[in-house]
């Protein structure tokens, strides 16, 4: 199995101390597991500048394009990824949130779906769960297949020992996260990820080729490899859930008649 370890935080720190655990519990359960490393401190990320590019004529306008699609290429060739980030104000570090600024777009249009991540995050005193939360949800949204969290109070300022109740948390959160990448197994999407994903396939229909406001979503959404399905194809979809996805879409579709995200041409 492939791994990408992505370093979301401004040093190497608490954080990675805790990465580093699993990612040698990961070898010691998969000798065969090979690693890929990405620090966000390393790679000069320029802040997104809100131009919608993305969204609108597609990613590779993006005026920080070359970067963005080299960590996109790197978590493709990944069977699984481990986000680690410090938690600076009971949220993400500013690497990690600009680097989720600039995937944005995949929430209108979902890309990782055969991708199983697990976040890592630590802090001196609160904050840490509520910081895995918003970024696991995050890739939960972007397609994410199954998204772990390993929340953990460190209380410590660069001087952390891992605590003996802490460490069998990484020893289990390694062990199933293993377990679940090597598996390959695609889990259904759960109810939330199937709303959210065929209401943005219904808005998707009113901004196709030929309306005032054609965008990128429209024509993402109209390829014959999705206009039908629920859901993307390398996911199973449970047949009691499909009205679900169905109900949704018609949600999304007659929304997109009275709201019209508009853009200066």
């Known amino acids: 199995m492939n791994y990408l370890l992505i370093n979301g935080s401004p040093h190497k720190g608490n954080t990675w101390i ?69 938690t600076f104000n009971m949220q993400p570090a500013a690497l990690t949130k600009n680097l989720i600024d600039h995937l944005c777009f995949m929430l209108h249009r979902p890309y990782f779906f055969t991708k199983k991540a697990v976040v890592i995050t630590t802090t001196g005193g609160i904050g840490a769960n509520k910081s895995a939360k918003y970024l696991a949800g995050m890739l939960r949204g972007i397609g994410f297949n199954r998204c772990g969290e390993l929340p953990v109070t460190s209380h410590s300022w660069n001087a952390y020992k891992v605590a003996d109740k802490t460490a069998i948390k990484c020893a289990k959160a390694a062990k199933a996260f293993d377990n679940d990448v090597s598996s390959k197994k695609m889990h259904p999407p759960t109810a939330s990820l199937l709303i959210f994903y065929n209401l943005m396939r219904g808005m998707g229909m009113g901004c196709v080729k030929g309306t005032e406001y054609a965008t990128k979503d429209g024509e993402h959404w109209t390829d014959p490899v999705r206009i039908n399905r629920f859901y993307d194809a390398a996911i199973p979809v449970p047949f009691y859930k499909k009205p679900l996805g169905a109900l949704f879409f018609l949600m999304g579709k007659l929304s997109a008649k009275f709201i019209t995200v508009t853009y200066r041409k």
Do not use: M, W
């Open 18 to 86: 805790l990465a580093e655990r699993i990612k040698s519990q990961i070898l010691a359960l998969s000798p065969q597991a090979v690693f890929d490393e990405i620090h966000l401190t390393d790679i000069n990320l320029p802040f997104c500048t809100g131009c919608s590019l993305c969204f609108r004529k597609g990613h590779e306008y993006c005026p920080h394009h070359k970067t963005v699609r080299d960590i996109i290429d790197k978590i493709d060739l990944s069977d699984g990824v481990i986000f680690t980030t410090s």
